[in-house]
């Protein structure tokens, strides 16, 4: 079975830092862009990360550019997402997504997701 499966949310203080990890099992990540994506309660889904297969290439929202690093470690075939300098708008339900194609992580259009890890940001 394929499948995504992040960790690491949680609640931190404004100015704080958490590494969100997303794991796959039942393939490998080294053919496979991966993406971040999050959504706040009342918004829509929101694009922050996303890097292609060979980690060559990341881009960033601009909401998150300098704050948020994207990494991918096929050793352990886990993506990263380390998150800095975070601020109470930052506050959502974060997801991973993964596809062979870039263009269809950059959209949002991925052939697999997870299920979601939460982190809050408040004082």
């Known amino acids: 079975q394929l499948q995504l499966v992040e960790s690491g949310g949680g609640l931190v203080q404004p100015g704080g830092s958490l590494r969100l990890s997303c794991a796959a099992s039942?393939?490998?990540?080294?053919?496979?862009?991966i993406g971040w994506f999050r959504q706040a309660p009342g918004k829509g889904r929101e694009r922050i990360s996303c890097?292609?297969?060979?980690?060559?290439?990341?881009i960033y929202a601009d909401s998150v550019k300098g704050r948020f690093t994207i990494s991918k470690d096929n050793a352990n075939n886990t993506v990263y997402l380390q998150m800095n300098s975070l601020k109470p708008e930052d506050t959502a339900v974060y997801y991973c997504?993964?596809?062979?194609?870039?263009?269809?992580?950059?959209?949002?259009?991925?052939?697999?997701w997870g299920q979601g890890t939460q982190v809050t940001v408040s004082s």
């Open positions: 039942g393939f490998t990540l080294d053919n496979y862009a």
């Open positions: 890097i292609n297969s060979s980690g060559g290439t990341t």
């Open positions: 997504t993964a596809d062979r194609g870039f263009g269809q992580v950059l959209l949002g259009v991925s052939d697999y």
